[in-house]
């Protein structure tokens, strides 16, 4: 995989599952399936998780890109 551009990642990661870090301290995981210049974001499944364990199911999420602290792949 080369990355060229730092959205080559995000792009790489449509239709996988990835971790989000929030600003607020939260993560949430769900499967990636769009984004936008600014990392607006939107998962489909989405669980919130803390320390591990899912603390609430969300389903399709939309998130502010300015909100986000980091988006991987999860492994």
Not at 19 to 40: C, M, P, R, S, Y
């Amino acid at each position: 995989m080369t990355v060229e551009r730092p959205l080559d990642i995000l792009n790489n990661a449509r239709n996988k599952k990835v971790i989000v870090e929030l600003k607020n301290g939260k993560q949430l995981v769900g499967i990636l399936k769009a984004f936008d210049i600014h990392i607006n974001t939107v998962l489909e499944n989405t669980e919130e998780k803390e320390n591990g364990n899912t603390t609430r199911k969300l389903g399709n999420t939309f998130l502010r890109g300015d909100t986000i602290i980091m988006i991987s792949p999860e492994s």
